[in-house]
């Protein structure tokens, strides 16, 4: 579905950063970022831009071929590695953020990703999430077409753990980022600390 959606010429969630993400971003220190399922690039190279050394994750080949296709354009090099999030192993200790933006995944698959997250960062890394929360299936807006893809506060509160609690709350805000997510979205947003 993924390489379908994006082997067209356009960035088709934009090439700008996500909103929550460029207002945020200097909560996370300075290092090695993990962005998971990165799709076109736009969030990878907007942090590569900021000095980060950045690892993006995606199962769409033809997403990270055009993520790196931005990276060059904006001169910035970013790492991808295209890879299924439900066998992907974050890794012990390794990243100084990790950050999820629209990362919407089956209930499984998401559960076991969140759990590797406090072990994969180092001490005092941070953990940057944006997603659609149930709420955003009667907005019609983007993101996920079922509830069990969408991600809420009880999730959250249940799947990570380990971690301190910086931001967690679900908000409603427009989220106008390419063809696919326009208007008023209702969203789940957590910064929360090794």
Known sequence: MWDDRYAVEEY???TAPNTFLAEHFQQLPKGKVLCLAEGEGRNAVFLAEQGYDVTAVDNSA?????AQKLAQQRGVEIETIVADL???DLGESKWDSIVS???HLPPAMRQGVHAQIPNALKPNGVFLLEAYCPKQLEYKTGGPQV???TVSLKNL???IQGLDCLMM???ERDVTEGIFHTG???VVQLIAKR
């Open 157 to 159: 509160e249940n799947e």
């Open 147 to 149: 509830v069990e893809m």
């Open 12 to 14: 088709v969630y934009g």
């Open 184 to 186: 008023l979205g209702a």
């Open 169 to 171: 709350h679900e908000t």
């Open 101 to 103: 933006i629209f990362c």
């Open 62 to 66: 033809i997403g990270l071929e055009k």
């Open 86 to 88: 439900g066998n992907f």
